[in-house]
């Protein structure tokens, strides 16, 4: 069975900080992956998504990266962080083959002081 | 006007009433329709999901879709506790792009 795995679970990070949140899959090959934030009280804003190594699209403009080293391996970066990129980050892998329904992560909290 | 409206609650009901849940949408050119479950600090987890009108049932939980009203539902028979969580639709026009609700925060109560 595929599992889906981020860290770290939890981080507080100062203004201008940088940051890496990293997500890998198991179980699967060629994975379509997908980074989202959800702020508070709100729904799930789609910020990239990848189709393969290298690959990375990017669905909002903002000071936020992606990268996609490995297969099964999807990094959220930036340089220096905003007080404004507090929220709470998802991973998410699709089997591109089969089905359209996308797999979600347990999440990184991330809170910019 | 938002590509998808959901209620976002609070919604409270007794333990073993049945629930609805409702999502409208506005992008005709959606085909798939999905429901997730989502317990709070946790990630969204997959419940239900339905490409085509009409009713698809899984245990207690039925999803419902009607395309011509742009419509679709959730229920939830015999609620239980473990049931409050917050529930968002998702649906699709391709392959990459979910666009989701804002979630309905339900509370079961014992």
């Known amino acids: 069975s595929q599992t889906i795995h981020q860290w770290p679970a939890t981080l507080v990070q100062p203004v201008g900080s940088p940051l890496s949140l990293e997500c890998t899959v198991e179980g699967t090959s060629n994975p379509n992956l997908y980074w989202y934030r959800q702020a508070a009280g709100r729904g799930l804003q789609l910020l990239f998504y990848s189709v393969g190594i290298g690959q990375i699209s990017s669905e909002v403009p903002q000071n936020l990266s992606a990268s996609r080293p490995q297969d099964r391996q999807f990094i959220l970066s930036s340089k220096k962080l905003l007080l404004s990129d507090s929220g709470f980050y998802l991973c998410?892998?699709?089997?591109?083959?089969?089905?359209?329904?996308?797999?979600f992560g347990p999440g990184t909290r991330l809170t910019v002081t | 006007q938002k590509e998808v409206e959901q209620d976002p609650g609070p919604l409270s009901v007794p333990e073993g009433a049945i629930v609805s849940l409702n999502c409208t949408y506005s992008n005709s050119a959606f085909q798939y329709f999905m429901w997730y479950r989502q317990y709070s600090r946790k990630g969204p987890e997959l419940l239900m999901y339905t490409y085509s009108s009409g009713n698809k049932e899984d245990g207690r939980f039925t999803a419902q879709v009607d395309k011509s009203s742009k419509y679709i539902s959730l229920f939830i028979r015999d609620s239980q506790p473990s049931d409050s969580a917050t529930y968002l639709c998702a649906m699709s026009q391709g392959a990459q792009k979910l666009v989701f609700g804002q979630g309905t925060r339900l509370t079961i109560n014992p």
């Open positions: 998410a892998w699709r089997d591109h083959r089969s089905s359209y329904e996308q797999y």
